[in-house]
């Protein structure tokens, strides 16, 4: 999903741009990195000839700041710039990614087939809300997965020291089966205890 912008694609593309690259299929280049996610596929429709006093190509324009995700069409090749990408350049960047899409950046490989769908501002708005959401949920399993690893390994270790007490405390003092059978009833608490906690970490963990 990608918003229309920074720069306002009627003084540099033709009106049709915009519908020839939602409708069209872009190819993942193999010359892509971090810096920048190289597309294969239509080549831009522009309305001027050149780029006036920025350039001898119509993409070129004065310098100004890039974002993030934002669609670099440098001459005629379309890049996605990544976050180790440039700050500022001079070419039109009609599109930008939006902020709860940009996850999907980091997932393309060369070869991959993308598809770009033009939002709203409310609509990128209800996306990023809903994978801050996400994120919040994942956040909190793995705190709970870490609580409930830490008691089980608490217990562990309660469960060792009652086992070595008892072996301690059975071959230096005798003592009565109701003693016997106290102890055991502990020990199988514990064990219990353990288990239970390991069976709730793996189950939320999944």
Do not use: A
């Given at each position: 999903g990608?918003?229309?912008g920074p720069q306002p694609t009627y003084e540099y593309l033709k009106p049709e741009y915009l519908d020839t690259f939602t409708s069209s299929e872009y190819t993942v280049n193999f010359n892509s990195a971090r810096t920048?996610?190289?597309l294969n596929g239509p080549v831009p429709q522009w309305v001027r000839e050149d780029g006036g006093e920025a350039g001898l190509h119509p993409s070129n324009i004065h310098d100004n700041a890039y974002a993030i995700g934002t669609l670099d069409l440098t001459g005629d090749q379309s890049i996605l710039l990544?976050?180790?990408?440039p700050s500022l350049g001079g070419?039109?960047?009609p599109v930008t990614t939006a902020k709860g899409e940009m996850w999907k950046l980091g997932q393309l490989h060369p070869g991959d087939?993308?598809?770009f769908r033009l939002l709203d501002l409310d609509q990128a708005k209800e996306i990023r809300e809903a994978e801050e959401a996400n994120l919040r949920h994942e956040i909190k399993i793995k705190i709970s997965i870490l609580i409930i690893r830490t008691l089980f390994f608490r217990s562990l270790l309660s469960l060792t020291r009652h086992i070595?007490?008892?072996?301690?405390?059975?071959?230096?003092?005798?003592?009565?089966?109701?003693?016997?059978?106290?102890?055991?009833?502990?020990?199988?608490?514990?064990a219990i205890w353990c288990l239970i906690l390991n069976c709730v970490s793996e189950y939320i963990s999944l």
């Open positions: 990608v918003l229309p920048g996610i190289r990544g976050p180790d990408g070419f039109v960047c087939k993308v598809h070595r007490l008892w072996q301690r405390e059975h071959t230096t003092i005798p003592i009565t089966k109701s003693d016997c059978r106290v102890k055991k009833i502990s020990l199988l608490n514990t």
